[in-house]
């Protein structure tokens, strides 16, 4: 049978791109061990794990070579009947047994036309038994693949409890196929294309800001020659990334999560206040700070379960003067983050290309130091036969970063606290670096949660 | 199928409840579990579908379903 080609959606074409631009596959994987404290009946879950591979359309996704752009098209096999590999990693202790899966994250998929996703049943140390899911970003993103995950155990809480059979899981394709009507709305290209371009024009060039402080823009003036540059240079030599892990109690996250229902503001726009205050006071109280929110485009029930890399990403850009009390400037940070939304079907490779067009910016510069993507949904299995089961899901970074610092803030499985999660490059930033962020991005968050009308140039000097 | 019942359908699309379910009085917050992306990409899809051009701020202002069916009649 002939097969169906389509483009990738331009969720997926944002994960291609760093291929495209680094050569290399492995800075579009994800790797992740999700497993229970408990015993697993390993022979039933590798028929879920197969089950899955006919129930979620995504995961037989392959892609043809690369024409002579570089552009690639997608298609759907029509089965994939492979086995599911075991191995037992229980006599090893924890660090050893996720250096181990750690360096299967490596591992490319480089061919095309070939699976893009790897699945294996691991015994782990201290009885976690569970999978390690070795898959390309644009087959799912992190939403998709807890999506995945937790179908996989309500198969198996069904063949082996008796739950109840899930309900199907939404047919990529269709998604995609309606996805690619929507881009091609000539109408709403253009509504779009005016917001972006109003958006980016109504406050003119942006300037970057690092954690670094004001010298990170001064050295690309110098490197530049151009006094007046307002982006500054981006490491692409050297992208190993470094990871900072750092764990936000139940009870603390209980409080920004009472505090943002009852103001009606999102985490989202808390953390990112977060972020930009801490930049404002790392480069002398400036007030214009660009940052990068990365939002999961998935709002009704198809889009939520068909899989797919749905994760689009834009400038979010602010600026916030120092008399402005925080609750007025979470506002005005969710006032830009909701007319964004609305526009979030634009292709956010072509808001980076207008950008680059108004003002010019020298290649392999930015103006953007931080990027954050907020998860509220964590990887737990809600079924009741496997509630109170301790469960380890343990991300494992793929060693390329083509951010300088990627925020990934997520809930914890097991004790409903949050995890943020600093990704950076090596190259440029440390460890400490990112235990000062996280300090002083919790100290601002809790001072402007106490005491909301404090000023946010208050926070900064007293912070 | 006419515009009311186009509008419930596509609410329905964002929600766990079916079109039957649904009531003028609902909040799409606080009832329907819309957060502010999906209400955002709701009120992108009401534009393309029924051709109409929403003012942001006012379409912010809506909490219920029966207030956006108004503002849909007053468009339409």
Same mark, same amino acid.
């Given at each position: 049978m002939e097969k169906k080609l389509y483009p990738l959606n331009v969720g997926q074409m944002l994960q291609y791109l760093p291929i495209k631009e680094t050569?290399?596959?492995?800075?579009?994987n994800i790797s992740v061990f999700s497993g229970l404290q408990t015993e697993i009946d390993f022979g039933l879950l590798k028929k879920c794990i197969q089950d899955e591979f006919k129930r979620y359309e995504c995961l037989r996704l392959r892609f043809t070579a690369p024409d002579k752009d570089g552009n690639v098209m997608q298609y759907i096999a029509d089965s994939d009947n492979r086995d599911i590999p075991y191995i037992d990693l229980?006599?090893?202790s924890m660090q050893d047994a996720d250096a181990f899966l750690q360096e299967k994250?490596?591992?490319?998929?480089?061919?095309?036309?070939?699976?893009?996703v790897e699945i294996t049943m691991v015994r782990m140390p201290e009885g976690y038994n569970g999978m390690y899911i070795h898959i390309d970003h644009r087959l799912v993103d992190s939403s998709g693949l807890i999506v995945m995950v937790s179908d996989i155990m309500e198969l198996y809480c069904h063949y082996r409890f008796g739950s109840e059979y899930p309900k199907p899981l939404a047919s990529f394709e269709e998604v995609l196929i309606n996805d690619l009507a929507k881009a091609n709305n000539e109408k709403r290209r253009a509504k779009d294309e005016k917001f972006w371009h109003d958006y980016l024009t109504e406050n003119g060039e942006p300037i970057y800001s690092d954690i670094k402080g004001f010298r990170v823009l001064q050295e690309s003036r110098k490197n530049h020659g151009?006094?007046?540059?307002r982006a500054a240079d981006v490491e692409t030599k050297d992208r190993s990334v470094g990871v900072a892990d750092f764990h936000l109690e139940p009870e603390a996250t209980n409080a920004l999560l009472d505090f943002c229902a009852n103001q009606s503001v999102s985490m989202t726009n808390l953390i990112l206040l977060s972020m930009r205050t801490y930049l404002s006071k790392m480069n002398g109280g400036q007030e214009d700070i660009t940052l990068r929110n990365f939002v999961s485009?998935?709002?009704t029930h198809s889009e939520w379960t068909c899989g797919g890399s749905r994760v689009l990403s834009f400038p979010c850009r602010t600026i916030i003067t120092?008399?402005?009390?925080f609750l007025d400037a979470l506002y005005e940070m969710q006032d830009v983050m909701n007319r964004i939304y609305l526009h979030c079907n634009y292709d956010p490779v072509l808001v980076d290309k207008m950008l680059k067009d108004l003002?010019?910016?020298?290649?392999?510069?930015?103006?953007?130091s931080m990027s954050l993507t907020y998860q509220p949904?964590?990887?737990?299995?809600?079924?009741e036969h496997l509630r109170g089961i301790n469960a380890r899901s343990f991300w494992y970074p793929?060693?390329?970063?083509?951010?300088r610092i990627y925020l990934t803030v997520t809930h914890s499985t097991n004790d409903g606290g949050m995890i943020f999660d600093y990704h950076f490059q090596k190259a440029v930033l440390s460890y400490d670096d990112m235990q000062t962020l996280y300090y002083y991005m919790m100290k601002m968050m809790f001072r402007g949660v106490d005491?909301?009308?404090?000023?946010i140039g208050e926070l900064i000097t007293t912070s | 199928m006419d515009n009311r019942e186009e509008f419930l359908e596509i609410v329905a699309n964002y929600c766990d409840k079916s079109v039957g379910e649904l009531? *003028?009085?609902?909040? $799409?917050? *606080?009832?329907?579990? $819309?957060n502010s992306l999906s209400f955002m990409t709701f009120l992108g899809d009401l534009e393309d579908t029924f051709d109409i051009e929403l003012e942001e701020d006012e379409a912010l202002k809506i909490t219920t379903i029966g207030e956006a069916l108004d503002l849909l009649e007053s468009l339409t």
């Open positions: 050569g290399t596959q492995r800075c579009c229980s006599d090893r994250t490596y591992e490319e998929f480089s061919e095309p036309e070939i699976p893009m151009d006094k007046s540059l485009r998935r709002s120092p008399d402005t009390e003002y010019g910016a020298p290649d392999n510069t930015e103006y953007i949904m964590p990887v737990r299995v809600q079924n793929n060693g390329a970063a083509t951010k005491e909301p009308d404090i000023t | 009531t *003028e009085n609902m909040r $799409f917050r *606080e009832d329907l579990g $819309f």
